[in-house]
């Protein structure tokens, strides 16, 4: 027994481990978007499935002994792949030409695609032959140990060895930790095959003998197959969904990766551990709520706050995935069937990361997973409650739940109508919904739905869902039916929007990239150059682009710029100015050129360099440039790779000695004013930090922007000097690198 738990334990452990190992390692070399943790994740679920197909195939056409040594070759060849190391060669680095997806996939696949498929097939296939070798135990169990071997990996990663341990070191150790369970599993392959061996009394056993023989027990039907598959799928969307989610507006790092994933496995570990923990009286009102809080926050937008964001959509997670988890628990198979069972959760996983990964970036315009997500696990669990209609802990319980929910709905009816008739609109049809499920939990506590004139029951839930389509319906159109154009990618989704068209010097055309504002353009002629939203001529760019002391002396300049966005920094060019692009998004170029006249009416020259603007500056000569702008942002999340010691050492290197490096830190979550005055101690530069305000008249946001330089005659301007935030700043925290980021120490409301 320990040595099948230990085997378990530390296949899934491993697996864990590697995933947000090497999705940190990839992830500067797509410039941080949050789609690639998607792509990873896709990757890792249908290898998951491949995993469960091996072991379904091998337990079902061979023999236990055959079953071992073909596995044993597998590990073999594994380990021989896998070393000296798992980190991908620089040579898969893209150049800005490569399909994103398809590069991801490829280096996956090269550098732990051999080992990941071992690891995957781990799980059934030791269940099988712990069910084989002890007929008379339950083998789930052993399942919701893999899950906290799971558990353990991911939330040992961010919290102990990422803040310890650089990448090559924990690649090294993964390796050797890898070798370690090869040997235990291969060890288990051949005692196992020796024990059916020696309960069967012949050298070998045919593919039908033993628990591999379905007849003592009825095989599910193929829709219920069908229904694993798809309490899988909405399970594996909603994680995937909320995880883009919050990543796109804080920003794409192993923790924020860590928290949604580690609820998934933990809703695994309960649901899989025993039944007692999925009462359905507590988490059908809960899975109402959650539908409440999901989608008001879709509502919300950006408006949200970050604390709230994360936990109403990590709460809601973990109760969509218990419910997922635990309807699935209760429509298990006999453990004959286990491996077929487990392959059809992992099918319904990887559909799920194909949906959020694969199709949505390039089928849909918008952000629609989770609204299909949202629909789906509504139709499957209520089928699961039609199959099974039973309440546990009687159903007092519930009716208090539903009274409590009463309330909230109608508080919120009541506060809709309060702030103005079109709330009031959006919130009905959901509102109605929750009515509707509400009706339908008391009848179901009075134990109405259970009796022949309590049919008519079971027409509230598709009422419910109709009401809910509409609702999520407004959400959409309010988000993107009055966009002048929207494209979606690998990168995100951006919309084009005209805003205030009832006053013509007001009226302006926006770059959304998700919900946050990246640049307008007025759309009057005569305000179509002026400097407006981050960048107005009393923000740190503004000033270091109108003080340069070229400026003065009539001498052009050469600006680098990392993040177009809508072009509004093109304002500031001026004739014999060149001012170099670096975009990573092939999408935001076409879209600035059609949609606003920056390019055509500013006076300097430009180019524009597809790719990511670290690994651009990277392969290119020395550029000498006399301002450099960092002003790459996906939403509102922090390009973390563009804010390394190794990378202000690659920006040094294109600076001509007294040149500005500018960086644009305005956001609403996190404090970067410590980590870039470290860099300016360590580079031996000034350091100023500019705050500039709101002014709607003249269209301008609030910008906070960083500006590092040893420019001792810009320094002395009188603009710098009275613009200058002279408040004490603590560089009291482990500089960033490439190896080491922590995302806690800037966090404003963590601090």
């Known amino acids: 027994m320990l040595h099948f738990a230990l085997t378990i334990f530390l296949s899934a452990f491993l697996l864990f481990q590697v995933q947000p190992l090497i999705g940190k390692i990839v992830l500067p070399w797509f410039g941080g978007t949050p789609a690639v943790w998607t792509t990873c994740m896709l990757f890792f679920q249908v290898l998951l499935l491949g995993g469960y197909a091996y072991a379904h195939w091998l337990t ?50 090269v550098s732990v695609g051999l080992p990941y498929f071992t690891l995957s097939a781990t799980g059934s296939l030791t269940q099988a032959w712990f069910s084989r070798s002890y007929p008379q135990r339950s083998p789930y169990a052993l399942y919701a140990l893999s899950n906290i071997g799971s558990l353990l990996g991911l939330l040992t990663f961010p919290f102990v060895v990422e803040p310890r341990l650089g990448a090559v070191q924990q690649a090294s150790l993964w390796f050797w930790g890898y070798a370690l369970f090869a040997a235990l599993c291969g060890a288990l392959a051949v005692r196992s095959g020796r024990a059916a061996s020696a309960q069967t009394s012949g050298p070998s056993v045919g593919p039908s003998a033993g628990p591999e023989d379905r007849s003592e027990a009825p095989g599910p039907s193929r829709g219920l197959r069908w229904v694993w598959v798809g ?24 923790f924020l990766w860590v928290v949604p994933l580690s609820l998934y496995l933990l809703s695994f570990i309960l649901c899989f551990g025993s039944e007692r923990w999925y009462p359905r009286v507590l988490f059908y009102p809960l899975l109402v709520a959650a539908y409440v809080g999901v989608v008001g926050l879709m509502l919300a937008g950006a408006a949200a706050k970050l604390e709230v964001q994360v936990a109403v959509y990590s709460g809601s997670l973990f109760v969509f995935v218990m419910v997922c988890h635990g309807e699935l628990y209760r429509l298990r198979p006999h453990p004959r069937y286990l491996t077929s069972f487990y392959l059809a959760l992992s099918l319904g996983g990887a559909l799920g990361g194909v949906l959020v990964g694969l199709v949505a970036p390039y089928v849909f315009p918008q952000y629609y997973e989770l609204h299909l997500c949202l629909l789906g696990t509504a139709a499957l669990v209520f089928y699961a409650f039609r199959r099974d209609p039973r309440l546990e802990l009687g159903g007092v319980a519930l009716r208090l739940y539903v009274l409590a929910l009463a309330v909230v709905a109608g508080g919120i009816m009541f506060y809709a109508a309060r702030v103005d008739a079109y709330a009031f609109r959006v919130v009905t049809p959901l509102v109605g919904a929750v009515a509707a499920v509400l009706l339908f939990a008391f009848l179901w506590s009075l134990g109405v739905v259970q009796t022949r004139r309590g049919r008519f029951a079971w027409l509230l839930p598709p009422v419910a869902m109709a009401l809910l389509t509409v609702n999520l319906g407004i959400e959409a159109q309010r988000r993107g039916g009055d966009a002048v154009a929207i494209r979606r990618g690998f990168f995100g989704m951006l919309r084009v929007v005209d805003r205030q068209l009832e006053d013509p010097l007001l009226a302006r055309r926006i770059l959304y990239h998700g919900a946050i504002n990246h640049g307008f353009q007025y759309l009057h002629p005569d305000r179509q150059m002026w400097h407006n939203s981050y960048f107005s001529e009393e923000s740190g760019i503004g000033v270091a682009l109108t003080q340069h002391p070229g400026r003065r002396t009539g001498t052009p300049l050469k600006i680098g710029l990392l993040g177009l966005g809508a072009g509004t920094l093109l304002t500031y060019g001026r004739a014999g100015d060149h001012i170099r692009i670096y975009e990573i998004d092939p999408e935001v170029e076409p ?19 597809l790719g990511d603007g670290r690994l651009s500056l990277e392969r290119e000569p020395d550029q000498g440039y006399d301002i450099l702008i960092l002003d790459a942002f996906s939403s509102d999340a922090i390009p973390m790779h563009l804010l390394t010691r190794e990378a202000f050492a690659v920006y040094m290197r294109h600076l001509k000695p007294d040149g500005i490096l500018a960086a644009n830190m305005s956001n609403r979550h996190v404090d970067i004013k410590p980590v870039l005055k470290q860099f300016a101690e360590l580079l031996g530069l000034r350091f100023v930090w500019i705050s500039s305000y709101d002014d709607d008249a003249r269209g301008v946001y609030g910008a906070d922007w960083g500006l590092l330089t040893r420019n001792e005659a810009f320094l002395a301007t009188p603009a710098v000097a009275s613009s200058e935030d002279t408040s004490e700043v603590s560089t009291d925290l482990r500089m960033w690198t490439d190896d080491y980021t922590n995302l806690f120490a800037v966090l404003k409301w963590w601090r």
């Not at 799928?233 to 919050?246: E, I, P």
Request: hydrophobic share 50%.
């Open 231 to 254: 309490l899988g799928a909405c399970a594996s969307t909603m994680l995937l969904a909320v995880t883009n989610q919050m990543a796109i507006d804080v920003a794409s790092v192993p």
């Open 60 to 109: 079902a056409r061979l023999g236990p002994r055959q079953q071992g040594r073909v596995h044993l070759v597998l590990l073999a060849l594994a380990v021989a792949a896998t070393a000296p190391t798992i980190l991908p060669g620089d040579g898969w680095k893209p150049d800005g030409a490569d399909s994103p997806l398809l590069v991801i996939l490829g280096l996956l696949a």
């Open 591 to 609: 879209m600035s050129r059609r949609y606003f006249t920056y390019f055509d009416r500013t006076q300097a020259s430009t180019e524009v360099v």
